[in-house]
């Protein structure tokens, strides 16, 4: 017998009905085919990121027409009256007791503020959001998670988690509760409406929805996404006032959505607004003293900030203006 042969045959007879040369890829097949894996993930991952991003922007969006709803629900419920929006920025809601949660009545309750305000537990607290004795808007807006930004990835260093809210309000905008408990419901103060001092009240406020006659309901913002550094209590300080070599940054934006912020209007319209100067949602450190939940103060300027010159106008405007009117 012819041994190279029968070697032969044997070493060439089909498996399965496959030749042994057709059994797998070569090394250079599925070098070509990584690659092309490779090529198409580098196609479609800015694609999906680029869709996420979109997604939370409406996400963000659909929260703001909530949380106006619920806003809109509470006023018609109070005979026109808005909700508190004055709560202490550097007391924490979970750890007070139930007498003094009682003065801590605001639209939404507690502090983010944790360097400040050391082992404070209501940046991670949830259930205070839904709770009717420190939360105006309890029965309106049953889902905490809708005071959350979806965008936003901020790991609290105190709480080593995210905040439970993301958002705050006009400091125009609002009325008293626990500055003047128990004589509550008249229109809030103002804070830092000049850019320079806590009681502006050369400002107009809003205590009540029949009370946004100028810049009017379309053109008043009442909640914006506020950066994760300045967010404390449910208030947002922004200046009303702007001029060339003088603007101001009291409490930041944030730029969740891309260097963006979600803004929602009297009118119950929601924006996602594209910030114009990196200043507005970067903080400085040393504005903050280094503690995540607290604003910079007076006298935080940022000269010719475009921004500051878009906010000025939407925040509120100079009571001399309604003079003859």
């Known amino acids: 017998m012819n041994t190279n042969l029968l070697s032969s045959r044997t070493l060439n007879r089909p498996v399965c009905g496959r030749s042994r040369s057709g059994l797998g890829f070569t090394l250079i097949e599925l070098l070509v085919v990584i690659a092309i894996i490779a090529i198409l993930a580098s196609l479609l991952l800015p694609a999906l990121a680029s869709a996420k991003k979109q997604a939370q922007s409406t996400s963000c969006m659909n929260n703001g027409r909530e949380i106006m709803l619920g806003w809109r629900m509470y006023t018609d ?51 205070m959001e839904i709770d009717p004795v420190g939360t105006a808007l309890a029965h309106y807006i049953p889902n905490p998670k809708i005071y959350q930004c979806p965008a936003d990835n901020y790991m609290d260093p105190g709480t080593h988690a995210y905040h439970v809210r993301s958002i705050s309000m006009n400091s125009a905008i609002g009325t008293t509760w626990y500055s003047t408990y128990p004589s509550v419901g008249g ?10 001092s806590y009681s502006a009240n050369n400002y107009l406020t809003y205590g009540k929805l029949s009370s946004f006659i100028k810049p009017g309901p379309a053109n008043t913002f009442v909640i914006m996404d506020e950066n994760p550094y300045s967010i404390n209590d449910g208030s947002l300080a922004i200046s009303a006032a702007a001029a060339p070599g003088a603007t101001y940054l009291v409490d930041w934006p944030s730029g969740n959505h891309n260097q963006a912020a979600g803004i929602s209007f009297v009118d119950g319209h929601s924006i996602i607004h594209k910030w114009k100067d990196k200043r507005t949602y970067s903080p400085k450190p040393d504005g903050l003293s280094g503690d995540p939940g607290g604003g910079a103060g007076a006298g935080d ?4 900030n475009q921004d500051c010159f878009y906010l000025a106008p939407i925040t509120s405007i100079l009571k001399t203006t309604l003079v003859g009117e």
């Open 77 to 127: 419920d109070d005979r026109d009256v808005l909700p508190p929006n004055d709560s202490p920025y550097l007391t924490s809601y979970t750890a007070a007791s139930p007498g003094v949660r009682t003065t801590l009545k605001n639209w939404v309750c507690g502090t983010m503020a944790t360097g400040q305000v050391p082992g404070n537990q209501d940046p991670t607290n949830f259930a």
């Open 187 to 196: 229109p809030v103060n103002g804070e830092w409406l000049d850019g320079q």
């Open 301 to 304: 300027q940022n000269p010719d």
